[in-house]
């Protein structure tokens, strides 16, 4: 129809590169990522996944290429769980301040809609009984579904996950996968995960970007899954 706007994937990369002190650690990212989408990025360590997502944050500025956003999204506005560190494990807060400071870029001080908001986030992570508890006296399942309450405080549309269950015991990790997978059902939120683990990424996500420095797969989960690439891939621990 004249005067319509043709819809814009979430986020786009054009032929997008990064690079450190003149090197670069990855290239030739093409993608669309949509509205809904589940995406994981697997690799090996030091293949630039980590790198990729700090990309869309804008932390990292490409060295290449270009990274676009639907107009009805914002970098400030992308939901981000970065990597576990010990930093983040001995926090000295409570878990409504942690949960609630997902906000902070936008306020100083919550609204009404914000405080509904955030009830519904420590609900759906199931922590609301956990609101005045110490953020370190937490397991690390529980701290990390309180992290990922704060980043989903910060958007309703695109949530950035780096290695989510790293570190974590079998139960803690299904779980959080479970919960992960609910908000993408439930509440409609676009997943960009990083993961070492393939079988959990084919479980729950539907697309795939296999990274080397370079793409060597990109596409739908089940064509990942017959390939040999997903075959003869056995992960790691860390990335850049």
């Known amino acids: 129809l004249e005067g319509s706007r043709i819809p814009m994937a979430l986020v786009t990369c054009q032929d997008v590169a990064f690079a450190y002190e003149g090197r670069t650690v990855v290239s030739h990212i093409q993608l669309e990522v949509n509205a809904g989408d589940y995406l994981c990025i697997v690799g090996e360590n030091g293949s630039g996944k980590s790198t990729l997502v700090k990309g869309i944050l804008g932390l990292v500025a490409p060295s290449r290429g270009r990274i676009l956003f639907d107009d009805g999204l914002k970098q400030n506005a992308i939901g981000y769980l970065p990597q576990r560190s010990a930093l983040q494990r001995d926090f000295p807060a409570s878990v409504r301040e942690v949960v609630s400071s997902g906000f902070a870029a936008r306020s100083l001080y919550l609204t009404a809609a914000q405080k509904t908001a955030m009830e519904e986030n420590l609900a759906l992570l199931r922590i609301a009984d956990l609101r005045k508890r110490s953020f370190m006296e937490l397991s690390g399942g529980q701290q ?97």
């Open 144 to 240: 990390q579904r309180v992290l990922l309450a704060r980043a989903l405080c910060a958007t309703s549309k695109l949530l950035l996950l780096d290695e989510p269950v790293a570190g974590l015991d079998p139960y803690a990790t299904k779980e959080m996968y479970d919960t992960i997978a609910d908000m993408h059902r439930e509440r409609g939120v676009t997943i960009i995960m990083i993961s070492h683990d393939v079988q959990a990424a084919t479980r729950y996500g539907d697309h795939i970007l296999h990274l080397r420095n370079v793409p060597l797969f990109y596409g739908t989960s089940e064509d990942y899954r017959k390939s040999e690439l997903c075959h003869s891939f056995s992960g790691g621990e860390s990335d850049v």
